[in-house]
């Protein structure tokens, strides 16, 4: 019947008794299941992680300045990946960069959950605040 047609018989079920076949043109499946997987993977949702950068004496109004921003990147669905900068010899205020962070965590706690707490790695102590889920 496939030869008459002049399409191809694909099996479909293999393992069912008897095994499913179906006539159909084969390219034109391929094509077809090729752009289904295409739009499901333009569905997919694709994280953005946006940088806010501090300097261990970071001062109130460049604080709150950034704090703005953070607000505007979780609200907009992006990651937020808060960090302080230690230059020189500043790593001798890693205190204040944790005390720094944390207070950020702590005033933007509406609008994200902390992914990673503060830590410390080289000359940066980074700490990453996820956007919480819009109702």
């Not at 293999?14 to 390219?27: G, H, L, N, S, T």
Request: positive net charge; aromatic residues 10%.
């Amino acid at each position: 019947m496939a030869e008459e047609l002049e399409l191809d018989l694909v099996e479909i079920s293999p393992k069912a008794i008897p095994p499913v076949c179906k006539i159909i043109d084969y390219k034109k499946f391929l094509y077809e299941q090729k752009k289904r997987e295409k739009a499901l993977k333009s569905k997919a949702t694709k994280v953005t992680v946006k940088e806010i950068r501090f300097g261990p004496q970071t001062d109130e109004h460049d604080y709150e300045f950034k704090k703005k921003h953070a607000i505007k990147f979780l609200q907009d669905g992006s990651k937020l990946k808060a960090f302080v900068f230690f230059k020189g010899r500043s790593i001798i205020f890693k205190e204040q960069g944790q005390i720094l962070l944390l207070k950020l965590a702590q005033e933007l706690e509406e609008y994200g959950k902390v992914e990673q707490l503060p830590k410390l790695e080289g000359k940066r102590m980074i700490m990453y605040i996820a956007p919480k889920k819009v109702k």
